[in-house]
Nanobody
């Protein structure tokens, strides 16, 4: 069993920055692909960024050049650094671990971009 806990959400002005963290319990973190997803009110959940267990990354077109995903296997933590935030980035951000065909989700953290 894997438990994921996100932190770092909050209210930020347009153009600002925010860093999210997702801490994982258990010993499988270094073997899992890790992703950040978001869901805005009235919209479907979408992939924001993913980092594989090998360190490869992929981003949604809407966040390329603004967001950076990274992981620290020693700390069992995946990060999402968000710069140049826009009102349309407002959503609940959740992390997911993908391991041996199973998905494990955190409960999410709210990010609100507003002046």
């Amino acid at each position: 069993q894997v438990q994921l806990v996100e932190s770092g959400g909050g209210l930020v002005q347009p153009g600002g920055s925010l860093s999210l963290s997702c801490a994982a319990s258990g010993s499988i973190f270094r073997f899992a692909d890790m992703g950040w997803y978001r869901q805005a009110p009235g919209k479907q959940r979408e992939l924001v960024a993913i980092v594989t267990r090998g360190g490869s990354t992929n981003y949604a077109d809407s966040v390329k050049g603004r967001f950076t995903i990274s992981r620290d296997n020693a700390k069992n933590t995946v990060y999402l650094k968000m710069n140049s935030l826009k009102p349309e980035d407002t959503a609940v951000y959740s992390c997911k671990a993908i391991y041996r065909g199973y998905d494990y989700w955190g409960r999410g953290t709210q990010v609100t971009v507003s002046s």
